[in-house]
T-cell receptor, first 117, second 112 residues
Framework: AQSVTQLGSHVSVSEGALVLLRCNYS??????LFWYVQYPNQGLQLLLK??????LVKGINGFEAEFKKSETSFHLTKPSAHMSDAAEYFC???????????????FGKGTKLSVKP | NAGVMQNPRHLVRRRGQEARLRCSPM?????VYWYRQLPEEGLKFMVY????????ESGMPKERFSAEFPKEGPSILRIQQVVRGDSAAYFC??????????FGDGTRLSIL
């Protein structure tokens, strides 16, 4: 069965500092991996997706994530945090390429990112 | 191009009443998913539908919950005889085949 673990329910960084949000997955088949961001009282917005084309995936708003099969990880990073990055971030796994068609998304519990001025 | 539209944004019901949550997918999307988000939890899959068909309902509670996606009109998630434990945010997502899911802003359901 697929599962996702996000280490750290809360992460706090200073503005301009590196952002690192951790995600580990388990899957019996080559997975498709996603990071979504949720702002208060809003839905989820896709940041980036891994679909086996390249291990380093670049997303929107300066975020990127690296797929490491040996570590079963897909950590999200951003070199320099901005105040507007404060939100909750969810890692998700699917056996289907778009998290659609043949499969649903399995989400981690989320990590709330705070950015201090 | 409008995104996934959910209504109402907030819904208050008393115990024992029925709740109906609506979701209009993005234009051109024929796949609809419903997820439930409890406080301090990630989203949990409930049901996956295509037009007039339920494809996967493995995440749906066995009783009181039902979903449909008719040929015309929005997808509906229906909860009968609501209880306090049904209080949550319910999110709808839509996609084209093989493409990532796009989410609506959710319906916050509160049970008095």
């Amino acid at each position: 069965a697929q599962s996702v673990t996000q280490l750290g329910s809360h992460v706090s960084v200073s503005e301009g500092a590196l952002v690192l949000l951790r995600c580990n997955y388990s899957s019996s088949v080559p997975p498709y991996l996603f990071w979504y961001v949720q702002y208060p009282n809003q839905g989820l917005q896709l940041l980036l997706k891994y679909t086996s084309a390249a291990t380093l995936v670049k997303g929107i708003n300066g975020f990127e994530a690296e797929f490491k099969k040996s570590e079963t990880s897909f950590h999200l990073t951003k070199p320099s945090a901005h105040m507007s990055d404060a939100a909750e971030y969810f890692c998700a796994v699917s056996e289907a390429s778009g998290g659609g068609s043949q499969g649903n998304l399995i989400f981690g519990k989320g990590t709330k990112l705070s950015v201090k001025p | 191009n409008a995104g996934v539209m959910q209504n109402p944004r907030h819904l208050v019901r008393r115990r024992g009443q029925e709740a109906r949550l609506r979701c209009s997918p993005m234009k051109g999307h024929s796949h609809v998913y419903w997820y439930r988000q409890l406080p301090e939890e990630g989203l949990k899959f409930m049901v996956y539908l295509q037009k007039e068909n339920i494809i996967d309902e493995s995440g749906m509670p066995k009783e009181r919950f039902s979903a449909e996606f008719p040929k015309e009109g929005p997808s509906i998630l229906r909860i009968q005889q609501v209880v306090r434990g049904d209080s949550a945010a319910y999110f709808c997502a839509s996609s084209r085949g093989g493409e990532p899911q796009h989410f609506g802003d959710g319906t916050r359901l509160s049970i008095l």
